[in-house]
Structure formats: structure tokens, C-alpha cells
């Protein structure tokens, strides 16, 4: 069966089309991304700006000529972060339904989280030991703790790239009050996702995927090294200095930078320093390796839409 998962998030919308074999495991026919930047002042204004929702729409026509092209059979289009608070949210649903005649499913964090978890997990098949899935998007940031057997625990919360850009802009990133929101956002965990027991941090979506890229010294953005590449505490944390300090142009001009991915990425690489923290503080300095992963949430989508 050949099926489609669209991942529509606060910053990107993302196809993937998939066979599924007889194990129920996916194999890839195609992946691509646009960034459409859907969630552009929903966190100031609560509403979808109509600059970004024509952005969605077109990439969502250009999606659905790739899924008539690839003789899809069956499309699961999730929306996350941003459609969960827009108040015109219904305007973004009769279109994208009308476009690719599925109506989009406004996902809760929680089943956020279980997906990602379901996608991202891969990368450790067959080991042993529990894993915590961090699915840096846009608008939120899924913590699922999991093992072998699946999901434990999860837990979304209200703090992603372009969230944290659009309250502190470029400037205010290292200020004493976007530190205080991302802390007690981060602490909001406690009681819910138990990081005492993680032996791996499994780091999906584009600002892991980016600064893991930086951290491998890259020229330019290749999955195949990216994926499934471990790195220690020590070395995402250089990643991230170096990406906070570099200026616009700077990071323009890396070779493994998405364009639409330049003006968010050092609110990312802030957030990630805080997570960074906040897990050795919360596991008592406990030893974890990260390991990247290029299959996440969308991965989860493309499954699902084989069951649904």
C-alpha cells in the first residue's frame, strides 16, 4: 500500500510518501519540506496571518500533484502547535480539505508526542534501555520517554523556535526574562517525564537535525551523516555557541542551512542549551549519549494513514 503523511507545523509542512511492506514498515518513495512559516504571529495576534495560510496552500497543491503523480492510496495530513491555537482555524480546515480532499487533523500535543515517539524510535532498534524523543518544532516541544515496548510517558510543551523568536526576537534570546520562561517551562516536566532513567536522547526535527550538522563540521547538509549520529552533551553545546554567535549573514551562508530556517535557528540553539541543562540538573548529571535522528513525527503520520 502506498500512503502519504503530511506534518504541518508552526514553521514547516512536510510530505512524506511511503510503501508499506509486509511488516508494516515503511519504505521510502519521497521527502520534501517547504517552509511556510504557517504559525507567523498566531503566539501576538491568536489568529493565522493570511500571507502565511496562502504559503500553506500552495505548498498543499504542490503536494497533492506529487500524491496523484505517486498513485497515493491513502493521505494523512496533522497539523500541530500553531493550528491548535489559531482562532480562524476553521478557514485553514475547508481549504486544505478542499485542496487535498482529506480534512487536516488537529492533533493534541499528547498524540504529537506519541507520533514522533512511533517515528523517531528507529534509530534504536533492538537496544536495550529507555529513550527520551525531544521534537524541537515551532510553536511546541515534544518530550516522550519511552522504550522497547513503546511510549511511557510524554508531554508537550508551548516553547519552539519560532514561539521563543517571536516573544525575544534575535536580541533578547540570552536575557534574563526568555532564560526564566524556557527554565520553567522545561520544569513544568518534572512528575511526568522521568529523566533519571534516559540512556539516549533521540533529537528529531530541523533545529537538532541543523545544529547536529554544525556539530559534525558539515559542509553540507547530508542526511546520511546526520542520521544516527551520537554526539555527547559537550559537543551540542559547542554547536550551539557557535550558531548563537554567528550573525545573520553568517548563517546564511552555511552550506547545510535551509533558508527558511536562518532567522529561527539561535532561538532553537537556546533552547536546546536550556534543555541541555535542564536534563543534567533533573537525572542528577546522569551519563546520555544524543543520538539525531532524521525520522520523527511525519514518519508516525505516514504510518498511521496505513491503518486508519
Do not use: W
Not at 540570552?174 to 522521568?194: K, P, Q
Amino acid at each position: 500500500m502506498r500512503v502519504a503523511g503530511i506534518d504541518c507545523g508552526t514553521n514547516s509542512i512536510r510530505l512524506l510518501i511511503a510503501d508499506v511492506d509486509a511488516d508494516g514498515q515503511l519504505v521510502d518513495v519521497l521527502r520534501t519540506m517547504r517552509i511556510v512559516r504557517l504559525g507567523q504571529g498566531v503566539d501576538a495576534t491568536g489568529a493565522f496571518a493570511s500571507e502565511a495560510l496562502e504559503r500553506t496552500f500552495e505548498a498543499a497543491r504542490e503536494y497533492k500533484k506529487l500524491c496523484d503523480e505517486h498513485q497515493v492510496e491513502a493521505i494523512r495530513f496533522a497539523a500541530t502547535s500553531a493550528a491548535r491555537d489559531a482562532s480562524n482555524r476553521e478557514v485553514f480546515s475547508e481549504r486544505i480539505t478542499k485542496i487535498l480532499g482529506v480534512a487536516p487533523e488537529v492533533i493534541s500535543g499528547e498524540e504529537e508526542a506519541s507520533l514522533s515517539f512511533a517515528g523517531a524510535a528507529s534509530v534504536r532498534a533492538g537496544q536495550s534501555g529507555k529513550s527520551l524523543v525531544i521534537d524541537l518544532g515551532g510553536g511546541s516541544t515534544e518530550f516522550v520517554l519511552g522504550d522497547a515496548t513503546g511510549p511511557l510517558a510524554a508531554k508537550s510543551l508551548d516553547m519552539g523556535c519560532v514561539r521563543v523568536t517571536e516573544r525575544f526576537h534575535q536580541t533578547g534570546l540570552r536575557s534574563d526574562e526568555a532564560l526564566e520562561f524556557m527554565d520553567s517551562t522545561l520544569e513544568t516536566l518534572s512528575g511526568t517525564v522521568d529523566v533519571t532513567q534516559v540512556d539516549a536522547v533521540i533529537m528529531v526535527a530541523g533545529t537538532f537535525t541543523t545544529l547536529t550538522a554544525q556539530a559534525l563540521g558539515l559542509k553540507q547538509y547530508e542526511s546520511e551523516k546526520i542520521h544516527g549520529a551520537q554526539l555527547s552533551f559537550a559537543q551540542m553545546r559547542q554547536a550551539t555557541a557557535s550558531m548563537l554567535s554567528y550573525t545573520r549573514d553568517e548563517r546564511a551562508a552555511l552550506g547545510f542551512m535551509h533558508p527558511g530556517r536562518v532567522d529561527v535557528i539561535q532561538a532553537g540553539a537556546a533552547i536546546v542549551q536550556r534543555i541541555l541543562h535542564y536534563l543534567e540538573k533533573a537525572s542528577g548529571n546522569r551519563e546520555m549519549v544524543l543520538i539525531a535522528s532524521e525520522h520523527d513525527i511525519l514518519d508516525g503520520i505516514a504510518a498511521s494513514a496505513a491503518v486508519a
